[in-house]
C-alpha cells in the first residue's frame, strides 16, 4: 500500500499573484484516514491536486511510495490516485449514469464481469444502482456530486481524494459519503477529504490537518486539533471548534470534540451525592 | 413583498410536478428559510419565486406570485431583475464572465442599474468590506477558489440592493468564516427592510437569521411556522433535513438516558 510524502512543496500559480503552498512537508500514510481544512483560499485544493499529478510543484517533490510522482505515468497514477472534484461538473460527460461510472475502470484495462462488479458496487455505494440509465444531467446536483464519487469509486484505487464531498447533501447524502469514507477506510485504502463541516470532520476522519495561507498550521487527531489549546490556532484562521467541543470545555469535561464524545464524558462524570 | 398562492410548476416533459400548491408569503424585512431533502423543490422555488420559471427555463405554472401586490408574469425581466436579485450554489453560473478584476465584477451589476459613478464605486466598495473581500479586488475572479469566488457573487448581488433577494444554497462552497459573513450581511439588510429568501442545508445558519422556515416534501411545503419550531420539529429528520447543532446535542444527550442533572447543566453552557 502506497504512502505520500510532500518534501518542500511550493506551488506558485503561473501569474505568479500567490504562494499557493508555501513550503509544505507532509507525509500521509497507507490506510491512513485524513481531513483537511482551512479558510477557502488557503490551498487545500491545490495540496490535493498535487497527489494525484494535476499540478506540479515550483520546487519541491510530492513521493508516491518513495518514488517522485513526475516520474510516474500518468496511467500508474490514475491506478493508484482518484480524485473526485468538488464540482461534479468538472467531471461528469457520459451519456448514461453506467457508461460514466464504467469510463474510468475500462481506461485501466478492467472488462467483463469484473468491471460489471466494480460498478455496480460503486453505484450501490452511493445509492444510484436503479439509475443506471439515466442520463446524468437528469439528476440534481447533489446526485451528480455521489455519480462522481461513484465514478472514482468504480476504479478501486488504493488513495482516495474527495474535494468537499458532502457539500449539498442532505442528511441521507452526508450519510452516504460517510459510509463509502468508513468503508474505503475498512478496506484499508487511504482517505483523504476536504470539508468545511467540522462536526463531520470530527466525528468522521482519525487525522485532522489544517492549512493557512499555503502552510499547515496544525496536524493531529480530532481530541487535539479541537481541543482548548488549539483554539488559538484554529481561530487565527478563522474556523471554530465544533459546539460538543465548546460545550465540554466550558463544563470542564476536557477534549470533546463530537457529540458522542461529550455525551460519554458526561456520561462517566461523577455525580454530586 | 412576494406573495405566493397555490402556486404549481411542472418542468417541461417532467413526469410530475417540482412545486405543488405551494402558498407563503416573504414580508419586508423577513429572512425566510428554505429546507428539505435533495430534490424537494429547493432551486425549483428559487427560479419560481424569482420569475426565471417558467419565463426562461420553460415548463408550466399554475396559481399567481405577486410582487408587492403585482402579478410578476406579464414584468419584463428587467424591471424584476432590479427589484429581485437571485445568487445561486455554483458561483460559476454567476459570475459575469466579462469581469477582469474582482472590484469590475461586483460593479458590473450597479452598471446594469445605470447608477452615478460616485454611487456604483460607494455600493461597490461597501459590498466589498461586508463580505471582506477588499484584498481580492485586483484579482482575476476565474483564478479564485470556489468559496472566494461564492463570495465575490454575493457582493455583486449585495451591490445592487435589490428590495427582495433569493438565495439558493449561497453558503454551499463557504467557510464557516465566510458563512458567517454571508448571515450578518443578510441580516443586516433585512433590517434595513429587504425581504429575503434562502435556501440551505446549514440549518445553524437558518436558526441565527430566519424568522420563519418553510420545510418541502417532494414539492409540497411540509413543515411551515416560526424558525424555532421547524428547526426543532422531530420531523425534520424524516424530510431528510439535519437538526441545527445545538437541537441535535440536546436530542442526543436526552435519548442516551444520561441523569437529569448532566442534561441540564448541558443546556444551561448551549444557551
Known amino acids: 500500500m502506497p504512502s505520500l510524502t510532500l518534501d518542500s512543496v511550493v506551488h506558485v500559480y503561473s501569474r505568479g499573484e500567490v504562494r499557493a503552498l508555501d513550503g509544505i512537508d507532509l507525509q500521509i500514510g497507507a490506510g491512513e484516514l485524513v481531513a483537511l481544512i482551512?479558510?477557502?483560499?488557503?490551498?487545500?485544493?491545490?495540496?490535493?491536486?498535487?497527489?494525484?499529478?494535476?499540478?506540479?510543484?515550483?520546487?519541491?517533490?510530492?513521493?508516491?511510495?518513495?518514488?517522485?510522482?513526475?516520474?510516474?505515468?500518468?496511467?500508474?497514477?490514475?491506478?493508484?490516485?482518484?480524485?473526485?472534484?468538488?464540482?461534479?461538473?468538472?467531471?461528469?460527460?457520459?451519456?448514461?449514469?453506467?457508461?460514466?461510472?464504467?469510463?474510468?475502470?475500462?481506461?485501466?484495462?478492467?472488462?467483463?464481469?469484473?468491471?460489471?462488479?466494480?460498478?455496480?458496487?460503486?453505484?450501490?455505494?452511493?445509492?444510484?444502482?436503479?439509475?443506471?440509465?439515466?442520463?446524468?444531467?437528469?439528476?440534481?446536483?447533489?446526485?451528480?456530486?455521489?455519480?462522481?464519487?461513484?465514478?472514482v469509486l468504480a476504479m478501486r484505487t488504493p488513495i482516495l481524494i474527495l474535494d468537499e464531498p458532502t457539500t449539498g447533501q442532505d442528511l441521507r447524502g452526508v450519510a452516504t459519503v460517510r459510509g463509502v469514507i468508513g468503508d474505503a477506510h475498512a478496506a484499508g485504502r487511504t482517505v483523504i477529504a476536504i470539508s468545511h463541516d467540522m462536526e463531520f470532520v470530527a466525528s468522521t476522519f482519525d487525522r485532522v490537518i489544517v492549512m493557512r495561507a499555503g502552510t499547515l498550521i496544525l496536524d493531529g487527531p480530532p481530541a487535539s486539533v479541537f481541543a482548548e489549546p488549539a483554539w488559538e490556532a484554529l481561530r487565527s484562521t478563522y474556523l471554530e471548534p465544533t459546539l460538543a467541543a465548546r460545550a465540554g470545555a466550558r463544563l470542564g469535561l476536557g477534549s470533546t470534540p463530537t457529540d458522542a464524545s461529550l455525551i460519554d464524558a458526561l456520561r462517566q462524570e461523577p455525580q454530586p451525592s | 413583498m412576494l406573495t405566493l398562492d397555490a402556486v404549481t410548476y411542472r418542468y417541461a416533459g417532467a413526469p410530475r410536478p417540482s412545486l405543488l400548491e405551494v402558498s407563503l408569503e416573504l414580508r419586508e424585512g423577513e429572512v425566510l428559510g428554505v429546507v428539505g431533502a435533495s430534490e424537494a423543490g429547493k432551486t425549483t422555488l428559487c427560479l419560481v419565486v424569482s420569475g426565471l420559471a417558467p419565463r426562461t427555463v420553460g415548463g408550466t405554472l399554475s396559481g399567481r406570485i405577486l410582487l408587492d401586490g403585482e402579478e410578476i408574469g406579464p414584468l419584463p425581466i428587467h424591471a424584476l431583475a432590479a427589484r429581485i436579485g437571485i445568487a445561486f450554489a455554483s458561483p460559476a453560473t454567476q459570475l459575469s464572465g466579462v469581469a477582469g478584476t474582482v472590484y469590475e465584477e461586483i460593479a458590473f451589476g450597479p452598471m446594469n442599474l445605470g447608477l452615478p459613478r460616485a454611487e456604483i464605486i460607494e455600493r461597490t466598495e461597501r459590498?466589498?468590506?461586508?463580505?471582506?473581500?477588499?484584498?481580492?479586488?485586483?484579482?482575476?475572479?476565474?483564478?479564485?477558489?470556489?468559496?472566494?469566488?461564492?463570495?465575490?457573487a454575493i457582493a455583486g448581488l449585495l451591490a445592487m440592493r435589490p428590495s427582495h433577494?433569493?438565495?439558493?444554497?449561497?453558503?454551499?462552497?463557504?467557510?464557516?468564516?465566510?458563512?458567517?459573513?454571508?448571515?450578518?450581511?443578510?441580516?443586516?439588510?433585512?433590517?434595513?427592510?429587504?425581504?429575503?429568501?434562502?435556501?440551505?442545508?446549514?440549518?445553524?445558519?437558518?436558526?441565527?437569521?430566519?424568522?420563519?422556515?418553510?420545510?418541502?416534501?417532494?414539492?409540497?411545503?411540509?413543515?411551515?411556522?416560526?424558525?424555532?419550531?421547524?428547526?426543532?420539529?422531530?420531523?425534520?429528520?424524516?424530510?431528510?433535513?439535519?437538526?441545527?447543532?445545538?437541537?441535535?446535542?440536546?436530542?442526543?444527550?436526552?435519548?442516551?438516558?444520561?441523569?437529569?442533572?448532566?442534561?441540564?447543566?448541558?443546556?444551561?453552557?448551549?444557551?
Open chain 2, 127 to 152: 459590498a466589498m468590506a461586508s463580505l471582506r473581500v477588499e484584498a481580492l479586488a485586483a484579482r482575476d475572479p476565474e483564478r479564485l477558489s470556489g468559496g472566494q469566488q461564492q463570495l465575490v
Open chain 2, 165 to 271: 433577494l433569493v438565495l439558493d444554497e449561497p453558503t454551499a462552497q463557504l467557510d464557516p468564516a465566510g458563512t458567517t459573513l454571508v448571515a450578518e450581511a443578510l441580516a443586516r439588510l433585512a433590517q434595513d427592510g429587504a425581504s429575503i429568501l434562502i435556501t440551505e442545508h446549514k440549518t445553524d445558519l437558518l436558526a441565527a437569521i430566519c424568522s420563519r422556515v418553510v420545510a418541502l416534501e417532494a414539492g409540497r411545503a411540509a413543515l411551515s411556522g416560526a424558525a424555532g419550531e421547524v428547526l426543532d420539529d422531530p420531523r425534520l429528520a424524516e424530510l431528510g433535513v439535519a437538526a441545527p447543532s445545538r437541537v441535535r446535542l440536546v436530542r442526543s444527550a436526552r435519548s442516551a438516558d444520561l441523569p437529569t442533572k448532566a442534561i441540564e447543566r448541558l443546556a444551561e453552557v448551549l444557551v
Open chain 1, 38 to 151: 482551512g479558510q477557502n483560499g488557503s490551498g487545500k485544493t491545490t495540496l490535493v491536486r498535487h497527489l494525484n499529478g494535476l499540478l506540479r510543484p515550483t520546487t519541491g517533490r510530492v513521493l508516491l511510495d518513495g518514488a517522485d510522482l513526475a516520474r510516474h505515468t500518468v496511467a500508474q497514477l490514475a491506478r493508484s490516485v482518484g480524485l473526485v472534484f468538488q464540482d461534479p461538473a468538472s467531471q461528469i460527460f457520459a451519456g448514461s449514469v453506467r457508461a460514466e461510472v464504467e469510463f474510468g475502470p475500462r481506461n485501466l484495462g478492467m472488462g467483463g464481469a469484473g468491471l460489471r462488479e466494480a460498478v455496480d458496487e460503486a453505484l450501490a455505494a452511493v445509492g444510484l444502482e436503479s439509475e443506471g440509465r439515466t442520463n446524468p444531467y437528469d439528476l440534481g446536483s447533489s446526485r451528480q456530486k455521489l455519480l462522481a464519487l461513484a465514478s
